[in-house]
């Protein structure tokens, strides 16, 4: 006889729904009270489950805050990655270079705007020294760094870039510009807009790293 898995479609959903109530906690949590303070029990209770349903779900506080992390980032918790988006996937198809980075600075919009809360925390611990989130932020950052890389080959493949200017160095220009940080600092501390925000630092990004217009 073999033997075959068996899946239930119930045990799924429900396993899904418990995954997102830990979620939903550990976001109301680490906005109120901060990364220290939000233990993994702290979490549990906030969620009305047991201690141990996070742990077996997420297996330590550092991998949920990171679940966490690609869940806003997303915007849902569909097995679909974020490369393969339609906004996303749109991007890639673009073959005007001002409209591609205009595109990513509205992309890079919508997730500052989800993960800007949520940032602003963990950075802010990372800061004051937290290794397990400065190990985070690491992370996040390189995986920021991934997407500007991919832009960039996207550019020098359409023979786009500044002359002289090195695909690293346009990297670089792209992922700061494109950063939580500079909305954070335009938008919540110098009152602009989100599309104002979008505007400008699509305009930015084709300023510093396209070849001009004859």
Known sequence: MSSRSYRSPLREEQARQTQRRILDAAYRLLLKQGYTATTMAAVAAEAGVSTQTVYKTFGTKPALVKRLYDVTLVGDDESVPFAERPE?????AETDPRRLLAGYAVLGRGLAERLGPLLRVLVGGARAGDPELREFVDTVN?????GSTQIVAH???MRALRPGLSEERARDAIWMLNSVEVWSLLTEQRGWSGAEYADW?????ADAVLAPVD
Request: aromatic share 0%; hydrophobic share 55%; proline share 0%.
């Open 88 to 92: 996303v996937v749109a991007l890639r």
């Open 142 to 146: 390189g995986e920021r760094l991934v």
């Open 155 to 157: 550019l020098s493949g």
């Open 201 to 205: 630092v699509g305009r930015a990004m």
